[in-house]
Nanobody, 125 residues
Framework: QLRLVDSGGHQVQPGGSLRLSCKAP????????VGWFRQAPGKEREGVSC????????GYEDSVKGRFTISRDRATNTVYLQMNNLKAEDTALYYC??????????????????WGQGTQVTVSA
């Protein structure tokens, strides 16, 4: 089991940007597919983006395409979610998750068995 640490959430104004980070202290996250999920109050958890362990496959939920970018930094063993042009509807608790064979190009939460504790993103004026 990986212990995932996700961070970077904050309150920003609409149109602003944030970068979320996902690390696995003591483990090589580079060997895992990583996804980002979010859950807003009163709503079900939804997949936002994912990247396969090789980086060959990347997926995005439709509402974030063109605004969010997922990436890996293999040197620091970190996966990032760069979020630009944030909207009020992006407000949620964001989680990173890891799965050995996760992300064939789309986000499917059943592929993930390691989860971070969540980091809050609030978009408001």
């Amino acid at each position: 089991q990986l212990r995932l640490v996700d961070s970077g959430g904050h309150q920003v104004q609409p149109g602003g940007s944030l970068r979320l980070s996902c690390k696995a202290p003591g483990f090589t996250l580079n060997h895992w597919g990583v996804g980002w999920f979010r859950q807003a109050p009163g709503k079900e958890r939804e997949g936002v983006s994912c990247i396969s362990h090789s980086g060959e496959y990347i997926g995005y939920e439709d509402s974030v395409k063109g605004r969010f970018t997922i990436s890996r930094d293999r040197a620091t063993n970190t996966v990032y979610l760069q979020m630009n042009n944030l909207k009020a509807e992006d407000t949620a608790l964001y989680y990173c998750a890891a799965g050995a064979y996760a992300c064939p190009g789309y986000v499917l939460d059943s592929e993930y068995d390691n989860w971070g504790q969540g980091t809050q993103v609030t978009v408001s004026a």
